[in-house]
């Protein structure tokens, strides 16, 4: 709908949403448009270099350059919307309530722009090692390394929300630093990252008040609309198969865990989805909380 007024009386809280590697900002609509239909503003920027149109002009593949880019993108954009100008429609609507998502990619975008600190000797140390990990090419560039260890915590986030993560090398026990609350989305059946080698060790280091919800049939592209959007092979055989959680299902969930999460760490407003007296998941799901979580 063009030129639609805005249906906010009250400032609105905000997600900002980072999409995964070589993606689009609009990928995850089902989650965007949920919470736009709940009152909130949704931002969600094409993170520089790294959105299938680069990937497409540069002949594909996959690579981390971007990693030091994607967070400086996150926090560009919500300068942008709480500077609006009285023109904009937007202008003074915005709460100072902030959520953050991300799926893939747009996860350890999530997990770095909520205070993970980067293990920047451990990967230095592997890069000169003869089969290299991928991490390396997060340091590429002159004069990133000391950009990364500085960190890019933003302190406007309340409450995150990262979606199939990966990169665990990245950080180490670095996601240890963490003090935003965190729900943790996982796939137990994510073949492009691995919950051994990914979700599970990201979850481990995690300390503090927070919750993971782990879909028992979740595959990598289950956490997006990708599976319509891109029918590639290896998007649609990770997530989109019968093997997998019906989409319409992984769908309802993911908002409904991910909507009373936000809920209650920002305004206190108790869920029984989140503690598990609520079980009408509980076939698709293992939930799990932290010590230090007072949800269990």
Sequence with gaps: FGDASVAIDDQAPVLIFSHGNAAIAEQSYFMTEFFASHGWVVVAPYHTGNTVFDVAANGGGVSLEAAPLRPQDITAALDAVYALDGDDPLAGKLSDDVLMSGHSFGAFTTIASTGATFAVDEVVAACAEPNPPTECSMLDRDGVEDVVRAGFLDERIDVAIPQAPGWFFAFLDGISEIEVPTLLLTGARDTTLRPGSEGDPIWAAYTGAHMR????????????????????PEVQNDGCGENNTPIEVAFELINAYSLAFARYILWGEPSDLLTGVDARYAEHVRLSWKPGSDLN
Excluded: R
């Design 213 to 232: 919800v782990d879909l028992l049939a979740g595959g990598h592209f289950t956490f997006s609309n990708m599976c319509e959007l891109l029918p590639l």
